[in-house]
């Protein structure tokens, strides 16, 4: 029987993290230490001229099921098949948030031995990143509340119109929609509020467009908040906010340094979500890691037309950043659901599914090279895969000029990926690879949306709300609409719809709101009913976790 994550993880020879910096030309005296194995890098460390002549890998991938299909896993284990070339590789990747550990999809430290460690660490609290963020948002939620509440220095915010929530980073569906202030005068002004996940803040999307500590907090300084009774908007510099905020993010604004299985360095900094937030890790840590290496694995959330789109449109863009190779993770139980197949029948071999359901992907090579960029598709194995249907997959892509390479990183590590690093080698060593935008941010915020809604997701045209144009025409009001755009979609689908799976077409996307992170820069298209606070479903993965006298963790995965 394959042991689990949690038994590889457990079982590999840990080495110090000392170790881990020598081997990218880190001192010990840089490292600001963890423990044993997990340590801070000093932004000092990023040089803008070794940037230049590093190459950045982005993995993404077609549109999941329920339970992903593995770019991290396949993102660290290419990072080790390209360590096993011979390369000094770094794979750069996000923090986990505790909802998902708890919730439905478990850790995201990879699977089977292309992970990082120590996974436990890494998966409950890590650095401390994470509660960073929460205090940081949440200071500013009281000075909100505090303000409404005094006479000394009152801003006179209109409590209707304030769009700060606080967040924590758990799913915990009773908080969405709250009343908060009632119980007497004493404890403020009573008024409708929410929470929403820690990845879903602006705060975690500021402190991943951040270029350094000055940028943080002037970015911070840019949050709005609301108006006041006369129509003024208000920021949070207006409540002098911003230099306590930051203080709390003086470490977390720090890029993380754990390693591999195999021993090699890895770099997690950050974790928006991509369905509702911008889906990449840190400017800083990709930086970092293009400083100290030569080459960077990074992943971008969920399939291409979220985590890809917004890594290239936006993170690109604030970065100045630019992928040399796209690898697209592709598993076959995925072509089977996209195809038809239902979540009993995602192990079952059927040729007849992974062809129909193949038009996702094929969508998704065309994406890719609309930006420039001939990716290279990497199918991560699964036991019940037939060689029928990886060489269907494999011809197909061949047809459309892809390279398509199976990837077994979970059980071989990366002696299961040398293929695939090798493949992604020598399409970057060709020079075929010409990254550009899919769009100039200086186009209306309409003509962005359709730009993403039509050539992205391939749909007809946009149709928005009656309270969608009115938010619209604040946006232009307020000076923000050259900001990039980042659309908050459900993952499931290319379309607004998460039933329309495979390629769906002749349909319109429907913007039912908007919000906008000034301090991030960018604004947000919602689309369809999109959840800032997850819930828990029926049987928790926490049912199943537990810790003995001994301190050994069970049932994390």
Not at 53 to 72: H, Q, R, Y
Not at 178 to 187: E, P, S
Not at 299 to 314: P, S, T, V, W, Y
Not at 356 to 366: P, R, S, T
Request: aromatic share 6%; net charge neutral; proline share 4%.
């Amino acid at each position: 029987m394959f042991p689990s994550d949690l038994d590889i993880a457990q079982a590999a020879k840990i080495q110090h993290i000392k170790d881990i910096a020598e081997k990218i030309g880190v001192s010990n005296d840089d490292l600001q230490y963890y423990g044993k194995n997990k340590a801070k890098l000093p932004l000092e460390l990023i040089d803008e001229e070794k940037i230049k002549k590093a190459k950045l890998i982005l993995v993404s991938a077609i549109n999941p099921t329920p339970a992903g299909e593995g770019k991290t896993t396949v993102s660290i284990g290419l990072n080790e098949g390209l360590h096993k070339l011979g390369k000094k590789a770094i794979v750069v990747l996000r923090e986990p948030s505790l909802g998902p550990v708890f919730g439905m999809k478990g850790g995201a430290a990879g699977g089977g031995y292309s992970q990082v460690i120590p996974m436990e660490d890494i998966n409950l609290h890590f650095t401390g990143d994470f509660a960073a963020i929460e205090k940081a948002n949440n200071l500013l939620a009281a000075l909100i509340d505090n303000n409404l509440q005094n006479k000394v220095n009152n801003l006179h915010i209109d409590p209707r119109t304030i769009k700060w929530k606080r967040v924590m980073d758990m799913n915990d569906r009773a908080l969405r929609h709250i009343v908060i202030g009632i119980g007497g005068t004493a404890n403020g002004i009573p008024r409708e509020d929410g929470f929403n996940i820690t990845p879903a803040s602006e705060v975690m999307a500021i402190l991943c467009m951040a270029k350094d500590l000055d940028d943080l907090k002037q970015r911070l300084s840019n949050i709005f908040v609301g108006f006041t009774f006369d129509k003024k908007p208000i920021f949070a510099r207006d409540l002098k906010a911003e230099g306590a905020m930051a203080l709390l993010l003086k470490d977390a604004i720090k890029p993380n340094l754990v390693q591999t299985l195999e021993g090699n360095p890895a770099i997690l900094h950050g974790g928006p979500f991509a369905n509702i937030a911008q889906g990449t890790n840190t400017i800083l840590a990709t930086k970092m890691g293009l400083s100290l290496g030569d080459y960077v694995v990074t992943e971008a959330g969920f399939g291409a037309d979220l985590g890809a789109e917004k890594f290239m449109n936006i993170k690109c863009g604030y970065g100045k950043l630019a992928p040399d190779a796209i690898v697209l993770v592709a598993t076959i139980r995925a072509l089977r659901h996209h195809g038809g197949a239902k979540k009993d029948e995602y192990n079952t071999p059927s040729i007849d599914k992974v062809s129909k359901g193949f038009q996702n992907l094929e969508k998704h090579i065309e994406n890719c090279k609309k930006f420039g960029i001939t990716p290279v598709v990497a199918i991560n194995f699964f036991p019940n895969d037939t060689t029928e249907e990886i060489e269907y997959v494999q011809k197909q892509c061949n047809q459309l000029g892809v390279k398509a390479i199976v990837s077994y990183g979970f059980a071989k590590g990366g002696e299961g990926t040398k293929e695939l690093a090798q493949t992604v080698v020598d399409i970057i060593e060709s020079g075929v690879n010409h990254f550009k935008p899919l769009y100039d941010w200086t186009l209306s915020v309409e003509e962005k949306i359709n730009c993403i809604a039509t050539e992205i997701y391939g749909a007809d045209g946009v149709e928005y709300s009656s309270v969608a144009r009115t938010q619209l025409k604040m946006i232009k009001e307020l000076g923000y609409d050259a900001l990039p755009v980042c659309m908050a979609k459900t993952q499931k689908s290319l379309s607004d719809k998460e039933t329309a799976i495979g390629r769906p077409k002749g349909f319109i996307i429907n913007v039912r709101e908007f919000e906008f992170a000034a301090g991030a820069g960018f604004i947000i298209p919602i689309l369809g009913d999109m959840m800032r606070m997850p819930g828990l479903p029926a049987v928790p993965a926490s049912e199943h976790m537990d810790i003995d006298n001994h301190g050994k963790i069970t049932g994390l995965s």
